[in-house]
C-alpha cells in the first residue's frame, strides 16, 4: 500500500497569512494527488485534483502543486473559513489512501 | 445539482450485519464509479471500497473490509449500497458514499463530491 505522509499535523494561522501544506508519497504517485477540505461536523470537500487542478468553485487562492512524491497545496491570504482539516488522498493505485490530516487552526 | 443522500446508518450489535444506501441524483450514474470513505470518531479518513460504473462491476476493498462488506449498486435506481458483515467496534464510523471522477476507478481519480455521511455504531 501507499503510505500517504502529510506535514505538519497541526498549523496556527492568522486571517492573511499564506499556509502551505506538504505531502509526501511513499512512492511515485505521478501527479495522482487530490486534496481535501473537511470541517467539523461536515463531509469533505475536493478542493484540488490531479495534484494542480482546482476543483470548480473553489477559490483562486488554493494552489496545489508537486509530482512524484512530494506535493504541497498552499492557501494564499487566509480567510475565517479556511480553518479546517485538509488531507491529501492518492489514487494511483488502490487501495487509495488519505494522509493523517492537517488542522489548521487560528 | 448532484447530490447524494446515505441512509442505514444505526446501533448494531457486535456481529450484527447492515446495509447502507446511498441515493444519487443529479448525474449519469452509470458513468462513473462510486465510493464508500469512513471516518472513525475524531479520525482520518479510510477509503472502504469501490465499484465501478457498468455495476457489473469491478470491485474494490480495503483489506480491513474484505470478505466482510460487500459494495453494489443498482443503475436503475441510482442507488449505491454498502453491505456490511460481521461488524466489530472497529467499524464504528461516519460512512460517506462519494462520486469517482472515473468510470472504471483509473487514474487521475478523484472523490467529488461527498454524501454528507450516515453514523454507524457498533456496540453492546
Known amino acids: 500500500d501507499i503510505q500517504m505522509t502529510q506535514s505538519p499535523s497541526s498549523l496556527s494561522a492568522s486571517v492573511g497569512d499564506r499556509v502551505t501544506i506538504t505531502c509526501r508519497a511513499s512512492q511515485s504517485i505521478n501527479t495522482y494527488l487530490n486534496w481535501y477540505q473537511q470541517k467539523p461536523g461536515k463531509a469533505p470537500k475536493n478542493l484540488i485534483y490531479?495534484?494542480?487542478s482546482l476543483q470548480s468553485g473553489v477559490p483562486s487562492r488554493f494552489s496545489g502543486s508537486g509530482s512524484g512524491t512530494d506535493f504541497t497545496i498552499t492557501i494564499n491570504s487566509l480567510q475565517p473559513e479556511d480553518f479546517a482539516t485538509y488531507y491529501c488522498?492518492?489514487?494511483?493505485?488502490?487501495?487509495?489512501?488519505f494522509g493523517q490530516g492537517t488542522k489548521l487552526e487560528i | 445539482e448532484v447530490q447524494l443522500l446515505e441512509s442505514g446508518g444505526t446501533l448494531v450489535q457486535p456481529g450484527g450485519s447492515l446495509r447502507l444506501s446511498c441515493a444519487a441524483s443529479?448525474?449519469?450514474?452509470?458513468?462513473?464509479?462510486m465510493a464508500w470513505v469512513r471516518q472513525a470518531p475524531g479520525k482520518g479518513l479510510e477509503w472502504v471500497s469501490t465499484?465501478?460504473?457498468?455495476?457489473?462491476?469491478?470491485?474494490y476493498y480495503a483489506d480491513s473490509v474484505k470478505g466482510h462488506f460487500t459494495v453494489s449498486r443498482d443503475n436503475s435506481k441510482n442507488t449505491l449500497y454498502l453491505q456490511m458483515n460481521s461488524l466489530t467496534a472497529e467499524d464504528t464510523a461516519v460512512y460517506y458514499c462519494?462520486?469517482?471522477?472515473?468510470?472504471?476507478?483509473?487514474?487521475?481519480?478523484?472523490?467529488?463530491?461527498w454524501g454528507q455521511g450516515t453514523l454507524v455504531t457498533v456496540s453492546s
Open positions: 490531479a495534484a494542480s
Open positions: 465499484i465501478s460504473g457498468d455495476g457489473g462491476g469491478t470491485t
Open positions: 488522498q492518492q489514487s494511483y493505485s488502490t487501495p487509495y489512501t
Open positions: 443529479g448525474f449519469t450514474f452509470s458513468s462513473f464509479a
Open positions: 462519494a462520486k469517482e471522477a472515473s468510470f472504471y476507478n483509473t487514474p487521475p481519480d478523484w472523490f467529488d463530491p
